[in-house]
Nanobody
Framework: VQLQASGGGSVETGGSLRLSCKLS????????VGWYHQAPYKARALVAS?????HYDGSVQGRFTISRDYAKNTVDLQMNNLRSEDTGVYYC??????????????????WGQGTQVTVSS
């Protein structure tokens, strides 16, 4: 399984970005996919996951939406009303067995490369 993240960029506070994680390889074995955020000098933290439902961290609830397109083999993260604290590198993560809620407890097996998001005022 390979994951490739794209869609990062620079926006002003209140703006929007859409990240995309392209899945390839044994994609039918993937049960759940999540997006992690790594702020500068901080550890990676899961912000949203999908697989048997969708789950969000409280810091992005109502602003971010995760979705999976089986035809395009992508998992997208629509980010609206961006804040300066959303700045950082975003990574997609996937697993064969975990479900979306479980990804907030355990990290998935597969990682994509990061994509930078910068939110400025």
């Amino acid at each position: 399984v390979q994951l490739q993240a794209s869609g990062g960029g620079s926006v002003e506070t209140g703006g929007s970005l859409r990240l995309s994680c392209k899945l390839s390889g044994d994609i039918f074995s993937i049960n759940a996919v999540g997006w992690y955020h790594q702020a500068p000098y901080k550890a990676r933290a899961l912000v949203a996951s999908i697989g048997g439902g969708t789950h969000y961290d409280g810091s992005v609830q109502g602003r971010f939406t995760i979705s999976r397109d089986y035809a395009k083999n992508t998992v997208d993260l629509q980010m609206n009303n961006l804040r300066s604290e959303d700045t950082g590198v975003y990574y997609c993560n996937a697993d064969n067995k975990l479900e979306a809620q479980s990804m907030f407890v355990m990290t998935g097996r597969y990682w994509g490369q990061g994509t930078q998001v910068t939110v400025s005022s």
